[in-house]
């Protein structure tokens, strides 16, 4: 399954305010809040998160996304309580979690802060168990 039918299935799979209404250029349009919004930020979840968004990415709209903070926060909105627990904890990223932003660490960037645009691909580790 490719992103496109990734995030169509998200989106159709998750209650939420958005319809999807059609695909033209390589994009995937949907409506919420009775505008039009073109999806164009691909959020990657591994591991565990997996299991609690039931897909391995999304796409995400990006206009009024601006860092990763704001991202994780609609990510929280569109997969709930479990989702918000298992990667925070009293209000911080849990230790050991790893975000990357287009394969850089953005503990090397600007953290929470670093900057999101078109185009970008965050990936969310969990930490790493085993033994």
């Not at 958005?18 to 994009?27: A, V």
């Amino acid at each position: 399954m490719g992103y496109r039918e990734t995030a169509v299935s998200s989106i159709l799979n998750n209650p939420s305010p958005y319809i999807l209404l059609s695909e033209e250029d390589g994009s995937i349009y949907i409506e919420s809040a009775c505008k039009w919004v073109k999806l164009d930020l691909m959020v990657k979840f591994f591991a565990n998160l997996r299991n609690i968004t039931k897909v391995k990415e999304v796409e995400v709209e990006t206009e009024q996304i601006e860092n990763i903070e704001l991202l994780l926060n609609k990510l929280v909105e569109m997969y709930g309580d479990q989702f918000r627990d298992t990667l925070f904890d009293d209000g911080k990223i849990r230790k050991f979690f790893k975000i990357l932003r287009n394969g850089r660490d953005i503990d090397f960037e600007q953290g929470l802060e670093t900057k999101l645009g078109k185009d970008d691909v965050v990936a969310i580790f969990p930490p790493a168990g085993g033994g």
